[in-house]
């Protein structure tokens, strides 16, 4: 299986979109989108391996010609995960408000434009 | 639109989606192969300033000004979220005390591991531009850290030892000393966020310049952030209850108090 890490990301992806869909629960929503997200972060850290390469740390053993794994992706995906947090922190406070408003957090339950 | 549509018609999304991804991944280079571009441009210019960290070189160097904009975003969402969880109406705030059992063994644990993960921490942030880790995951620790005594059954004790206005102004700051490096780059040197101080020597403490001084900033506002975050998520659980009875009207003790205020 010559791409089967890239194929586990869609799945993690494709997981929590199931999930945003098919929730019954907000808070569970707002966890399926981050289950979601994480799958990006598979296809990033994938898309920079290689075989026999280390991490790109320099100095000591691993000089400029020590093939390293793409550093360019492992920042990238660092963003990703301080923006997924951010994202998550505000969509719980949108639920815990949604939950004082309405008394349910059943996405289905909510009156329609305020879900 | 009812939940069977629903699901139709994200068993169709799912399908095309699946099919789009298989036509790109066969199409892509060959997983794990030796073929990187940006990665032989960004070990070069990582080596050109003499960091030892890529990582850290890429995101506070190579691309500083994206990292400001991610920085920006965390702030914007903390601030989103403190605004988002003040008292509403008829709420109002209790005194917390720290009633409720804790184990011995947990207890002692939070003892133990609380000074070792602030060390730690800084630990993390001051060789972020020579070792793995930096700004974002030593802020990230340090704030773990801080969040032990709760753990630790002593809510009271967390309050003291945060001193919430000191984390709101320290989030501010981290992000001003941010973009005053910035300016400084481009006051002192060629651009914006350029590198401008010396960079010594490979995989010495004091080296890849401005890294770890950007490192600090973003430690500072990282830290804060979690911790401001967390204190109004901790509210919400421990110290705001909803006023009892149905009396309307806005509750004149409801309004923000300290913590909340921004």
Same mark, same amino acid.
């Given at each position: 299986?010559?791409?089967y890490a890239y194929f586990v990301s869609v799945g993690v992806m494709l997981l929590g979109v199931a999930g945003i869909a098919t929730s019954r629960n907000l808070v569970h929503t707002v966890v399926c989108l981050s289950v979601a997200q994480s799958g990006t972060y598979v296809l990033l850290i994938a898309v920079g391996f290689q075989y026999g390469g280390v991490a790109p740390i320099f100095g000591g053993q691993v000089g400029s010609r020590t093939p390293v794994v793409d550093p360019v992706v492992q920042a990238l995906t660092l963003t990703d995960i301080v923006v997924s947090a951010a994202v998550t922190s505000m969509l719980l406070a949108l639920v815990i408000q949604i939950a004082k408003r309405h008394r349910a957090i059943d996405p289905d339950r909510l009156g329609r434009l305020e879900g | 639109m009812t939940r069977r549509i629903r699901l139709i018609v994200l068993g169709v999304g799912i399908a095309a989606f699946s099919a789009a991804m298989l036509l790109a991944f066969t199409g892509m280079p060959r997983f794990g192969g030796d073929v990187h571009a940006y990665r032989d441009a960004a070990v *070069? =210019?990582?080596?050109?300033? !003499?960091? *030892?960290n890529a990582v850290s070189s890429i995101n506070f160097d190579?691309?500083? /000004? !994206?990292? /400001?904009?991610?920085?920006?975003?965390l702030f914007c969402a903390v601030v989103g979220v403190a605004a988002l969880l003040?008292?509403?109406?008829?709420?109002?705030?209790?005194?917390?005390s720290d009633a409720g059992h804790v184990l011995e063994s947990t207890g002692l644990l939070v003892y133990v591991l609380f000074p070792l993960t602030v060390v730690l921490a800084v630990n993390v942030v001051a060789h972020g531009a020579v070792t793995p880790g930096g700004g974002f995951q030593g802020g990230v620790?340090? $704030?773990t850290g801080i969040h032990l005594l709760y753990v630790g059954g002593r809510y009271s004790l967390l309050r003291k030892l945060r001193p919430l206005g000191w984390f709101q102004q320290g989030e501010a700051l981290?992000?001003?000393? /941010?973009?005053?490096?910035?300016? *400084?780059?481009? =006051?002192?040197?060629s651009a914006l966020f350029a590198n401008v101080i010396p960079q010594g020597q490979l995989? !010495?403490?004091? $080296? *890849?310049?401005?890294v770890p001084l950007f490192n600090v900033a973003v430690g500072m506002t990282?830290?804060? $952030?979690?911790v401001v975050l967390l204190a109004s998520f901790l509210d919400q659980a421990l110290a705001i209850r909803a006023e009892r009875g149905n009396g309307s009207g806005p509750d004149p003790r409801s309004g923000p108090e300290e913590g909340t205020a921004s």
């Amino acid at each position: 299986m010559n791409h089967y890490a890239y194929f586990v990301s869609v799945g993690v992806m494709l997981l929590g979109v199931a999930g945003i869909a098919t929730s019954r629960n907000l808070v569970h929503t707002v966890v399926c989108l981050s289950v979601a997200q994480s799958g990006t972060y598979v296809l990033l850290i994938a898309v920079g391996f290689q075989y026999g390469g280390v991490a790109p740390i320099f100095g000591g053993q691993v000089g400029s010609r020590t093939p390293v794994v793409d550093p360019v992706v492992q920042a990238l995906t660092l963003t990703d995960i301080v923006v997924s947090a951010a994202v998550t922190s505000m969509l719980l406070a949108l639920v815990i408000q949604i939950a004082k408003r309405h008394r349910a957090i059943d996405p289905d339950r909510l009156g329609r434009l305020e879900g | 639109m009812t939940r069977r549509i629903r699901l139709i018609v994200l068993g169709v999304g799912i399908a095309a989606f699946s099919a789009a991804m298989l036509l790109a991944f066969t199409g892509m280079p060959r997983f794990g192969g030796d073929v990187h571009a940006y990665r032989d441009a960004a070990v *070069a =210019a990582s080596y050109g300033h !003499d960091t *030892a960290n890529a990582v850290s070189s890429i995101n506070f160097d190579q691309r500083g /000004f !994206d990292t /400001f904009g991610e920085e920006t975003i965390l702030f914007c969402a903390v601030v989103g979220v403190a605004a988002l969880l003040r008292p509403v109406h008829r709420e109002r705030r209790r005194e917390v005390s720290d009633a409720g059992h804790v184990l011995e063994s947990t207890g002692l644990l939070v003892y133990v591991l609380f000074p070792l993960t602030v060390v730690l921490a800084v630990n993390v942030v001051a060789h972020g531009a020579v070792t793995p880790g930096g700004g974002f995951q030593g802020g990230v620790i340090l $704030s773990t850290g801080i969040h032990l005594l709760y753990v630790g059954g002593r809510y009271s004790l967390l309050r003291k030892l945060r001193p919430l206005g000191w984390f709101q102004q320290g989030e501010a700051l981290g992000v001003v000393l /941010f973009g005053a490096l910035g300016i *400084a780059g481009a =006051a002192l040197g060629s651009a914006l966020f350029a590198n401008v101080i010396p960079q010594g020597q490979l995989s !010495d403490f004091i $080296s *890849a310049g401005t890294v770890p001084l950007f490192n600090v900033a973003v430690g500072m506002t990282v830290c804060s $952030s979690v911790v401001v975050l967390l204190a109004s998520f901790l509210d919400q659980a421990l110290a705001i209850r909803a006023e009892r009875g149905n009396g309307s009207g806005p509750d004149p003790r409801s309004g923000p108090e300290e913590g909340t205020a921004s």
